[in-house]
């Protein structure tokens, strides 16, 4: 959940700290209307109906509280954020029982500043949040937002990370949120194509260009059309084949091998590398401008060692697919196999939990999947003994990462998230604090 065209109104009197905020909510997306008087909110809040006011307690004239008491006196009242300052903190407390949603106490991290928020404004009325896409951890559901915002500039993208990150599935999701969805994608990997097929695969020939080309070819460039070409490991693309590249992107044009008529390049350029291009460019082997040339939105996705989270989520989705496919009778995967998953580094990524997976359904012989069937190298489950936590830490993170999901689910949203969980909101506050989850988390 991002804050994209959310209406916050804010009452500071203070010009620093107003104009800092607008800026870092105006950065999040949000459209954000800016008072600095009581009065003058009043007025403006009726007028704008905004989603929350994130209000300073005390203000010349009337104060925080008195603006809360009006707005809140109108059907449909949006939340408040108060901010105060140490002295206020008890009379911040006691407007939150009064119904304000929440305050932050002088000095305030930005992030928690904006954790609130979020959590404050809940999901859009009337739009629901999607399913995930690429995952429930933080960081995946932060990437999804960039999918999105990145799919409608319709500029060029490089994807980075390590080998079987996601990489192109990031690709192909921004390929499917942009205008061009029903366009083709194209996917070509640089490492996997011999060097001197390259440039004709890319562009295309011409018939007789060369000993072999009995017809005209259309490369990956000209079938990709109005759609996407996706460049998979472009830092191995050869120097001669990189300058076509540059030429593609800057003149929007090519010309197939052995032809001389330019063909127009309407796609959308993709990279993707697991190679530090940057350290390529400082080594002289791939071009400076190239680099800036696709490099013009940079999306970086995290190693899954790095996305705990996700781990549990990723797995039962590839369970109940390959669960489907092979038609098979295990019923499940076993808590102490997600606990090994959970202690296991991951260096092939999400590539890798597909394939043990993939593997642990087709071989199992037991109901349950068993952490020997995910990590067969590792020898005999007793061997895993040793790893095993115990229950009440093996139940906090069972509760913790259930927690996140509804949480996920929710958008953030506690009161929903209660709600999915069958629990009160001061009890999921409760266990939230007791398990070192921020609101805003999920
Ligand atoms: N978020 C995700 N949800 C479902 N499946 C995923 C997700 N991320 C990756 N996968 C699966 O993991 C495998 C590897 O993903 P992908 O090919 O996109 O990785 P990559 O980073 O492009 O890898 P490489 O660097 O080797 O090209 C694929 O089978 C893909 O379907």
Same mark, same amino acid.
């Given at each position: 959940m991002s804050l994209e065209s959310r209406r916050i109104a804010l009452v500071e009197d203070d010009p620093v700290m107003g104009g800092s905020l607008v800026q870092r909510l105006s950065l999040e997306g949000a459209s954000v209307d800016w008072w600095q008087t009581g009065e003058d909110a009043l007025e403006g809040v009726a007028e704008r109906a905004p989603e929350i006011v994130i209000c300073d307690?005390?203000?010349? !004239?009337?104060d925080g509280e008195e603006v809360f008491r009006k707005v809140s006196n109108a059907a449909g009242a949006p939340p408040f954020l108060f901010i105060t300052g140490f002295a206020e903190i008890d009379q911040a407390v006691r407007l939150m029982r009064a119904g304000a949603g929440d305050y932050v106490a002088k000095p305030f991290g930005i992030d928690d500043f904006l954790d609130r928020v979020q959590a404050l404004i809940g999901?859009? %009325? !009337?739009r629901r949040e999607g399913e995930p896409v690429l995952g429930v951890s933080k960081p995946m559901r932060g990437l999804e937002q960039l999918a999105g915002r990145a799919a409608r500039i319709g500029s060029s993208l490089l994807v980075t990370g390590? @080998? !079987? @990150? !996601?990489k192109e599935v990031v690709a192909r999701l921004v390929h499917g949120l942009s205008p061009a969805a029903d366009q083709p994608f194209m996917a070509v990997n640089c490492a996997a194509i011999p060097s001197d097929l390259m440039e004709s695969e890319l562009f295309g020939h011409e018939k007789g %260009?060369?000993?072999? %080309?009995h017809q005209r070819h259309a490369g990956y460039a000209e079938r990709a059309a109005g759609g996407t070409l996706f460049l998979d490991e472009v830092g191995e693309l050869r120097p001669d084949l990189q300058a076509k590249l540059l030429r593609l992107l800057e003149e929007r044009r090519f010309t197939r091998v052995g032809g001389e008529r330019p063909v127009e390049f309407r796609a959308r350029v993709i990279a993707a590398t697991n190679a530090d291009l940057e350290g390529l460019v400082r080594a002289g082997r791939f071009r400076a401008d190239l680099y800036y040339r696709i490099n013009v939105v940079a999306v970086p996705v995290p190693p899954l060692r790095e996305r705990r989270d996700d781990i549990p989520w990723l797995m039962e989705r590839f369970f109940s697919g390959f669960a489907a496919t092979f038609d098979s009778a295990v019923k499940g995967i076993s808590s102490l196999a997600e606990e090994a998953a959970l202690a296991?580094?991951?260096?092939?990524?999400v590539r890798e939990l597909r394939n043990r997976v993939e593997r642990a359904v087709a071989l199992s012989a037991g109901p349950w999947i068993g952490p020997g069937d995910l990590f067969?190298?590792?020898?005999? %489950?007793?061997?895993?003994a040793s790893a095993l936590p115990p229950l009440e830490e093996a139940r906090d993170e069972a509760e913790r990462r259930h927690i996140l999901r509804a949480l996920a689910a929710t958008g953030g949203g506690t009161a929903a998230a209660a709600r999915i969980l069958g629990i009160g909101r001061t009890t999921l506050w409760e266990k939230m604090g007791r398990l070192g989850l921020k609101r805003g988390d999920g």
């Open positions: 307690l005390r203000l010349p !004239g009337i999901p859009e %009325a !009337g390590e @080998t !079987g @990150t !996601g %260009a060369f000993t072999g %080309a296991h580094d991951w260096p092939g990524n067969p190298e590792q020898g005999p %489950a007793a061997n895993l």
